[in-house]
Each structure stands twice: as structure tokens, then as C-alpha cells.
């Protein structure tokens, strides 16, 4: 119980504070971080998208592509939670396509634009596991 305490304090930061956070974070916590701000964001942009605040949305929507490319930088760049970042990628994608199809179709080129570019991430993240130019062992 003592030991999920530190977990649970971060759980309540705000997006604000886990956004200062990540750009002293050293490469592997940037992942976490910028992961953790995404998946958050994407939530957000659902809520606000419902609650019909959609300038709110669209600045969430656009915070999920580029805490994601901040996610990507720093997996390979330090070469660890690539798989991770891929992953939560994919869910991301997934969660925001599903959301496109509930709002009004003025909203939906947003979003489209920032799952292509979570597509992206994960092209770069999967040729950064799988690409040729990697020795072989």
C-alpha cells in the first residue's frame, strides 16, 4: 500500500504539470511522460468533443499527436519502451478514429490528420524495431 503512494500522487498531476515534467525528464521517463499526457489528451478531447467545447477538443486532439512524436523521439532515441510507445500509439489511433465517427464532420478532418500522424509514430516506432538496417545477430 505504501509502495503505490508515489503512483498515486502522479495520478493527480495535472496535464499541466506532467507537460512541465516532461521536458526535464531524461529519455525513458520522456516516453512514460509523453505516453501518459497522450492517452490523457485523448480522453479529454472525448469529453470536450461530448460537452460540445470544441476548441478545447481540437487543442486536446492536437496535444495527442504531438506528445506522441515526443514519445517516438524519445524511445529511439534512447532505444527502450519503443514496443510501449508503439502500442499506445495503436490504442490512440484506434480511441480517436472511433471518436471521429461521433462528431460532426466539420470536427472529423482534426482528428484524421492527428491519426494519420499517430500512424506515423508507429511506422517510425515499427521500422525502428524491424528495419533492415539493423545488424543482425
Same mark, same amino acid.
Given at each position: 500500500?505504501?509502495?503505490? *503512494?508515489?503512483a498515486?500522487?502522479r495520478?493527480e498531476?495535472s496535464?499541466?504539470?506532467l507537460?512541465?515534467?516532461?521536458?526535464?525528464?531524461?529519455?525513458?521517463?520522456?516516453?512514460?511522460v509523453?505516453l501518459?499526457?497522450?492517452?490523457?489528451?485523448?480522453?479529454?478531447?472525448?469529453?470536450?468533443?461530448?460537452?460540445?467545447?470544441v476548441?478545447a477538443?481540437h487543442?486536446?486532439v492536437?496535444?495527442?499527436a504531438?506528445?506522441?512524436?515526443?514519445?517516438?523521439?524519445?524511445?529511439i532515441?534512447?532505444?527502450? %519502451?519503443?514496443?510501449?510507445?508503439?502500442i499506445?500509439? %495503436?490504442?490512440?489511433a484506434? %480511441?480517436l478514429?472511433?471518436i471521429?465517427?461521433?462528431?460532426? *464532420?466539420?470536427?472529423?478532418?482534426a482528428?484524421?490528420?492527428?491519426?494519420?500522424? *499517430?500512424?506515423d509514430? %508507429?511506422?517510425?516506432? *515499427?521500422?525502428?524495431?524491424?528495419?533492415?538496417?539493423?545488424?543482425k545477430?
Amino acid at each position: 500500500l505504501i509502495a503505490s *503512494l508515489p503512483a498515486l500522487a502522479r495520478k493527480e498531476e495535472s496535464i499541466e504539470q506532467l507537460k512541465a515534467r516532461v521536458e526535464a525528464a531524461n529519455p525513458d521517463e520522456k516516453v512514460k511522460v509523453s505516453l501518459e499526457i497522450a492517452e490523457r489528451q485523448v480522453e479529454a478531447a472525448d469529453k470536450a468533443f461530448t460537452d460540445g467545447n470544441v476548441d478545447a477538443a481540437h487543442a486536446a486532439v492536437e496535444d495527442v499527436a504531438i506528445y506522441a512524436e515526443k514519445a517516438r523521439d524519445a524511445a529511439i532515441a534512447s532505444g527502450r %519502451r519503443v514496443k510501449d510507445a508503439e502500442i499506445a500509439a %495503436r490504442k490512440m489511433a484506434r %480511441r480517436l478514429d472511433d471518436i471521429k465517427r461521433t462528431v460532426s *464532420l466539420e470536427d472529423q478532418p482534426a482528428i484524421e490528420k492527428s491519426v494519420k500522424r *499517430l500512424d506515423d509514430v %508507429r511506422t517510425d516506432l *515499427l521500422s525502428h524495431m524491424f528495419g533492415k538496417d539493423k545488424k543482425k545477430k
